[in-house]
């Protein structure tokens, strides 16, 4: 026993460096198995350190995100016009249509370069936001909600190796799947397009609405370059996103308020989660 | 030796605002993303012991983790680069010249001895820290590119902030 002592102390630089690696591997596993991130016993420290400096920075983007309210305005004025007719119903800053809420937030944090990018929102459980609510800006869909602490979020971006969303060519209505490699982030791939439909470039791609996670219709992108493989059951094509992830400083999030009937209703069926 | 120590701390907490205020938001491409926090290893005193020189890695890595949301993988990679630090300053050596300074510096030994020893280092955290966050060996091109761009371009920060900060003394 003594000798073994001995031995783990002239050597004690290794183990503790195995030590040290298992714990950090401990960590990366159990995030990526839950797919979460630290922010529920943290994001109290980090979220206030990152506000505040999100606070000095964002007199510098100030011009963009003044240019994306406006169009947001225009494009709620056009709305309204249109609707003038039907009941339409304000509360603060939600505008409630049908099934949906829209809650207004800032992006404090925000990373393009990464596998896997995630935001970070001003806005939390105390504003009605909860996990796996879609999260959408002026020109389309945004990320996921993956996590929520008392005042801030975590968004799952697009910009997510990880990440899934379900798609539709809104000229034809097919649905496919959209995804992003990790490689350019103005680009994600459209996969499980049935062989029988022919994309061209500038066809336009909206969320499909089968989630329950985002409205029908969001603006995804455009078709960049449509592939069509010999012997494979389904094509695949490139898009163009149509948010510059690069960019984005206000977005909202959408709260499905049907959302826990639609799952109760699934769950019936036996097919649901 | 008291002075020393509160200059690394200071130098700790600087490199961790740096990196998650200024340096996370860069992107070239959105592709390249510097680690500059490294360089805290890197400068970390030659008579640093063994089991400070790994937990101090291991708190640097994990602090960045916390920021960015990312657990575990800076952390992993961080320790893993301060591991090797003993065996590459080792092989570096020739004869007992490190007794003249107190850290490894562009002034004390030479810029093509600390380029040498810092391309090593951080290529080895930037080589692991790529490969975990990908955690597959899918894009086992895209990600060696990756690590290789921004081992290019966190050197290129590591030795502009030698020159702006630790003046030559000899």
Known sequence: MRHFFAYIFKHYFFFLFLILELLSFSFILQNNFQNAAFLNSTGKFTGTIINSYNNITEYLSLKKANSDLIKDNEMLRNMLAEK?????????????????????????KNSINRQKNYMMLNRGLKDG???????????????????????????????NISNRINARIKKNGHTGTIEWDGKN???????????????????????????????????????????????????????????????VYYVYVISNLMKEEQLKLQEGTGDGK | MGNSFIKNILRFIILIL???????????????????YVYFILLLPFEVPGWLLLISAFLMGISIDVFENTMGINAAATVLMAFFRPVILKSLSSGKEYEKMDKPSIGGFGFSWFFTYSVILIFI????????????????????QRAILSTIFTLILVIIVQYIFEKPSK
């Open chain 1, 129 to 159: 936001i909860g996990v796996d609510m879609g999260v959408v800006s002026v020109d389309g869909v945004v990320g996921t909600v993956i996590q929520v602490s008392e005042n801030y979020s975590l968004v799952m971006s697009v910009l």
């Open chain 2, 125 to 144: 955290h930037h080589l692991t820290l790529f490969y975990l966050e990908v955690f597959r060996f899918t894009h086992f091109f895209a990600t060696l």
């Open chain 1, 185 to 247: 982030y103005r680009k994600g791939i459209l996969t499980d397009i049935p062989t029988h439909v022919i994309l061209y470039k500038g066809d336009t791609i909206v969320t499909s609405g089968n989630s329950s996670v985002f409205p029908e219709n969001v603006m995804i992108g455009t078709v960049d370059e449509y592939f069509s493989e010999k012997g494979h059951k389904f094509n695949k094509a490139i898009v163009d996103f149509s948010v510059d992830y690069n960019n």
């Open chain 1, 84 to 108: 003038s007719g039907k009941k339409w119903n304000f509360v603060n800053n939600y505008i409630s249509d049908s099934s949906f809420r829209y809650i207004g937030a800032k992006v404090i």
């Open chain 2, 18 to 36: 740096v990196q998650v205020t200024i340096l996370d938001n860069i992107n070239f491409g959105g592709y390249v993303n510097p680690y500059l």
